[in-house]
């Protein structure tokens, strides 16, 4: 996936079209993220115990990857983003990939 938990991204389709947030969770399995504060859905839940009364709560619903873009750090627009290989290694020897910027070309991963 193009984006990780903790990366600030746009929503660029839906009814939160637009708008700016945070990735809380990431689901690379369902290709899917959840961003802090959009996508707010009601459920009807059924009280379960005295601990967990029912009602119509208010959540966060996951969103799919190719709906949202990820805002780079360094140039502060939604731009599409790359791959790409570094000259310095990881713990196994293997040249490290990282994502970039592909409006600015600036390293988003450290």
Do not use: W
Not at 82 to 101: A, N, Q, S, W
């Amino acid at each position: 996936m193009h984006v990780k938990t903790g990366d600030e991204v746009l929503i660029i389709t839906g009814k939160d079209r637009g708008k700016r947030g945070k990735i809380k969770e990431a689901r690379p399995k369902e290709q899917r993220v959840i961003v802090e504060g959009l996508n707010i859905v009601k459920r009807h839940m059924k009280p379960r115990g005295p601990t967990r009364p029912g009602g119509i709560i208010e959540m966060e619903a996951p969103i799919h990857v190719s709906n949202v873009m990820l805002i780079c750090p360094t140039c502060g627009r939604a731009s599409r983003t790359g791959h790409r290989f570094l000259e310095e290694t990881d713990h196994k020897g293997r040249p490290k990939k990282v994502r970039y910027c592909k409006a600015c070309d600036a390293v988003i991963d450290e």
